[in-house]
């Protein structure tokens, strides 16, 4: 077993492709590990602290691409022969096209004058210069990079208010515009419901649920994470609000985030119930009556804002505001969770949950939490209920495995699988475990088929021969058009022996109820 670094020279490569790369060559027999980054000094710390870097790597610049390989001399010679391959094949453009792409900002845009929005995924040392020189030109921006300052992106979002741009991001892992997916987003149908997040997987749930109940979306503007936090002030928040408030195409708002500061938040709901049109407000984890007191209304005629504890609620809410008739509320058989839970031993009495979507892990954890009590995390809903080491659950836990000490110097668990499985393996082995909740992220840029990997596991678990396995129950946040299927996916699940939920709440609420034998606890909110 070894360790070299290869050094493709002033080789820039966009983060998830490295990360799909990642995956590839980590399949490939004889490799033990393997890392795709540029040669940034973070990424290189990163390298250092998984033993992925040596002297070659340390030498690398900022604009190399550092490739790391762990493993036997014939995988190592594999992959250094099938590395340039893998790196092109995860671009769809032509040979001649690639030859032709773009480099820089300024070739991009003098090969499309016309485009009037730039999507910006480079390291983050170097995004927020691209977004500045972007702005500067007149063009929107969607900084999906993360590691960028908060000196930076309030810098940056002052700059876009000025010249009247949108600034989505840092750390906008997605948005739906004018129909177009950016970033991890779904194949979602076109419809007359905006949502404005700080959260993906938050934009992510909603706007699926909202297509599997018949309706669409016409925008979903993502802000970043830090958007309504007190530094920042809900700048992107703001300018979106006031956008599709303007926007006849869009007759319902939904906006939703983990708990913003509350003076941001004061001041958001405010211009959100001023804005003219229905607005649902899932700023989940926060109180929603005393919200809804905080609120000062004009002269906009609009509706009060409708204000929910659930994503899924969310979805509901819109589309009964959009279209007057809410949707059906999928039935519980609570006979049959009855049946489910009677499978486990007495000991059996603790939910683990191993999420990729970070909202979906915090939404889980404040549903568990009123029907069981304590929850532990990595990603908490307060300070002491923080695991002391991750790679240890106590009691009942939620892991957000798309946190940063998950996926530094590793692909996202949306694109690889690969920890969620070793996990997966490792809570089932306990005996106290009653539940493995599991959510799965369709869309794209996302694991092209995760039913495919996950369900073998699932088996696994399953099939134990000591002792009596934990129930399985998985939620897929993904839309009919998604290019991994959702029906197919599910039914993969299900044929492995998962139970499927219709949401991410749903899956939590299903979950205490089988850990707390308490049938009743599965249904759904009205």
Same mark, same amino acid.
């Given at each position: 077993m070894r360790t070299i670094?290869?050094?493709?020279?002033?080789?820039?490569?966009?983060?998830?492709t490295l990360m799909q790369v990642a995956i590839a060559v980590r399949g490939i027999p004889g490799i033990d590990d393997a890392s795709l980054v540029?040669?940034?000094?973070?990424?290189?710390?990163?390298?250092?602290?998984?033993?992925?870097?040596?002297?070659?790597?340390?030498?690398?610049?900022?604009?190399?691409?550092?490739?790391?390989l762990r493993g036997g001399d014939e995988g190592i010679a594999a992959a250094q022969q099938q590395i340039e391959r893998l790196l092109q094949a995860e671009a769809p453009a032509s040979a001649r096209q690639r030859e032709a792409a773009p480099r820089t900002l300024a070739v991009g845009l003098e090969a499309l004058p016309q485009a009037n929005f730039v999507l910006i995924s480079t390291p983050g040392v170097y995004a927020a210069a691209e977004a500045r020189k972007a702005l500067q030109l007149d063009r929107h921006v969607m900084i999906f990079s993360d590691h960028v300052s908060l000196e930076d992106e309030l810098a940056l979002k002052e700059l876009a208010a000025r010249r009247g741009l949108f600034l989505l991001?840092?750390?906008?892992?997605?948005?739906?515009?004018?129909?177009?997916?950016?970033?991890?987003?779904?194949?979602?149908?076109?419809?007359?419901?905006?949502?404005?997040?700080?959260?993906?997987?938050? %934009?992510?749930? %909603?706007?699926?649920?909202i297509d599997r109940y018949g309706q669409g979306i016409s925008h979903a503007i993502g802000t970043g994470s830090r958007d309504l936090s007190r530094e920042i002030g809900g700048s992107a928040t703001l300018s979106a609000?006031?956008?599709?408030?303007?926007?006849?195409?869009?007759?319902?708002?939904?906006?939703?985030?983990?708990?913003?500061?509350?003076?941001?938040?004061?001041?958001?709901?405010?211009?959100a119930a001023n804005c003219g049109k229905p607005i649902v407000v899932a700023f989940v984890g926060a109180d929603p009556q005393s919200m809804g007191s905080a609120v000062s209304y004009g002269e906009s005629g609009a509706p009060a804002p409708v204000?929910?504890?659930t994503l899924e609620e969310a979805a509901r809410r819109a589309v009964e505001l959009s279209t007057g008739t809410p949707p059906?509320?999928?039935?519980?058989?609570?006979?049959?969770?009855?049946?489910?839970?009677?499978?486990?031993?007495?000991?059996?009495?603790?939910?683990?949950g191993l999420f990729s979507g970070g909202t979906l892990c915090y939404e889980a954890q404040l549903i568990l939490r009123r029907a069981l009590g304590e929850v532990r995390s990595n990603a908490p809903l307060a300070p002491e209920l923080a695991l002391?080491?991750?790679?240890?659950?106590?009691?009942?836990?939620?892991?957000?495995?798309?946190a940063d000490e998950f996926t530094t110097g590793r692909p996202h668990p949306m694109i690889d699988m690969t920890l969620r499985l070793e996990r997966i393996k490792a809570e089932a082995a306990d005996p106290e475990v009653a539940v493995l909740l599991l959510d799965v992220v369709l869309g794209y840029g996302a694991h092209p088929d995760p039913a495919s990997v996950l369900a073998p596991a699932i088996e696994a678990v399953l099939a134990a021969a000591s002792g009596r396995p934990p129930v399985v129950v998985v939620s897929v946040c993904g839309a009919?058009?998604?290019?991994?299927?959702?029906?197919?996916?599910?039914?993969?699940?299900?044929?492995?022996?998962?139970?499927?939920?219709?949401?991410?709440?749903?899956?939590?609420?299903?979950?205490?109820?089988?850990?707390a034998r308490e049938p009743q606890l599965a249904a759904p909110q009205q």
């Open positions: 670094d290869l050094v493709l020279t002033n080789r820039y490569q966009d983060s998830v540029m040669g940034t000094e973070p990424n290189k710390e990163l390298l250092r602290e998984a033993g992925l870097l040596t002297a070659e790597g340390e030498a690398a610049g900022p604009n190399d691409l550092i490739v790391a991001g840092p750390d906008c892992g997605t948005a739906i515009i004018g129909g177009v997916p950016l970033g991890f987003a779904n194949a979602v149908r076109r419809g007359s419901i905006g949502i404005v997040g700080a959260s993906g997987t938050g %934009i992510q749930e %909603i706007a699926t649920l609000l006031a956008a599709l408030g303007d926007d006849p195409s869009t007759s319902v708002i939904v906006l939703v985030s983990k708990p913003p500061h509350p003076d941001v938040a004061a001041r958001v709901l405010e211009v204000f929910v504890s059906a509320v999928e039935s519980i058989d609570m006979s049959a969770v009855r049946e489910i839970a009677g499978r486990l031993a007495p000991q059996q009495r603790y939910v683990r002391e080491h991750t790679s240890r659950s106590i009691g009942h836990t939620c892991l957000d495995l798309g009919h058009s998604d290019p991994q299927g959702l029906d197919v996916q599910r039914r993969r699940l299900a044929a492995a022996g998962a139970i499927l939920a219709s949401s991410n709440a749903a899956a939590a609420r299903l979950a205490a109820a089988v850990a």
